[in-house]
């Protein structure tokens, strides 16, 4: 015996949202297992906007662990990972047409997609970018920018859709929306060459991945570290700068997240550069409770009218 339900049945629409919300606590249960900093950066903001935030970041760590090492201890061959992938993909693309996937994490992300307008032009290069890490070994130029672009930047752009819709965002003309993407551009390029730095070591030696191009990673030197650090810190200073264009909450977790980047790359820079390839660096908790403190009580940075005031008088 089957039961339809109508577009206006009451039951119908309350078994959705339960299962909505089910598939968003499982985003949340998949923040919190993988990424203390973005679980602590989550907590400066509304419910509803922590939530987006989560189901964007379950569905990219998803992806993440196919191509990083999950799906080949589990025992799949290289073709079998990319049709994993490649099945990944196209059920987040349905589900984002559909509102519906019978993947918790895809549906959770579904629901922020359709909420806040991300579209494929951000899911598309993602999931591009996951592909190369199966078949490209060592990057140049063009390819690395690609490579970051996909894996990270979108991530930011993806996660400015949803403070955009915030309560309290700022109405931004064309040139401060055109600044503000580039600073979440710039803030997901220095978390992704912040993690190169950290996983040198996993990715040379177990994935055989070499990201920076013309860097032999057994010979990685200071001048190498120095010269990547220093990009870092531009990334930063670009990501700072779209601060006074978010809402005040989101202002705040950003701000964290970047603060707890910052110092991952300061400890980064005070480690030798031969000792990355042995050992992967993390900024205790301790640490982390100290600049969150430091965020919540608005020492780190200026006030959000300050910061607006700076920026728009340069």
């Known amino acids: 015996m089957t039961?339809?339900?109508?577009?206006?049945?009451?039951?119908?629409?309350?078994?959705?949202?339960?299962?909505?919300?089910?598939?968003?606590?499982?985003?949340?249960?998949?923040?919190?297992?993988?990424?203390?900093?973005?679980?602590?950066?989550?907590?400066?903001?509304?419910?509803?906007?922590?939530?987006?935030?989560?189901?964007?970041?379950?569905?990219?760590?998803?992806?993440?662990?196919?191509?990083d090492g999950v799906a080949f201890q589990a025992g799949l061959d290289d073709p079998a990972i990319g049709a994993c992938l490649d099945e990944l993909e196209a059920e987040t693309l349905r589900a984002m047409d559909r509102g519906y996937s019978t993947n918790m994490v895809v549906h959770a992300f579904a629901i922020t997609a359709r909420a806040t307008g991300i579209k494929a032009e951000l899911t598309t290069p993602f999931f591009a970018s996951m592909r190369a890490d199966l078949s490209t070994g060592e990057h140049d130029a063009r390819s690395l920018q690609e490579y970051i672009y996909g894996s990270a930047e979108v991530i930011g752009l993806m996660c400015l859709q949803v403070f955009a819709a915030m309560p309290g965002a700022p109405q931004l003309n064309r040139a401060e929306e055109q600044r503000t993407k580039l600073a979440a551009r710039s803030l997901g390029a220095a978390f992704q060459k912040v993690n190169f730095l950290r996983d040198l070591a996993q990715d040379s030696q177990e994935l055989g991945r070499t990201y920076f191009p013309g860097?032999?990673?057994?010979?990685?030197?200071?001048?190498?570290?120095?010269?990547?650090?220093?990009?870092?810190?531009?990334?930063?200073?670009?990501?700072?700068?779209?601060?006074?264009?978010?809402?005040?909450?989101?202002?705040?977790?950003?701000?964290?997240?970047?603060?707890?980047?910052?110092?991952l790359n300061v400890q980064l820079e005070k480690v030798p550069a031969a000792a990355l390839l042995r050992t992967r660096i993390s900024v205790s908790a301790p640490r982390k409770a100290m600049i969150a403190l430091r965020v919540l009580l608005g020492?780190?940075?200026?006030?959000?009218?300050?910061?607006?005031?700076?920026?728009?008088?340069?």
């Open 215 to 263: 860097m032999d990673p057994e010979g990685f030197d200071e001048q190498g570290k120095a010269l990547l650090v220093a990009q870092i810190n531009q990334d930063l200073a670009a990501a700072r700068a779209g601060l006074p264009y978010l809402a005040p909450q989101a202002a705040r977790a950003v701000c964290l997240a970047h603060d707890l980047f910052q110092e």
């Open 299 to 314: 020492a780190g940075t200026p006030s959000h009218h300050k910061l607006r005031m700076e920026v728009s008088s340069r």
């Open 3 to 67: 039961r339809e339900f109508s577009s206006t049945d009451t039951t119908g629409t309350a078994a959705l949202e339960h299962y909505s919300r089910a598939a968003s606590r499982s985003a949340r249960v998949v923040l919190g297992e993988y990424s203390t900093s973005f679980s602590l950066a989550c907590r400066l903001l509304d419910a509803s906007s922590a939530g987006h935030i989560a189901n964007i970041y379950a569905l990219v760590r998803l992806a993440d662990e196919i191509v």
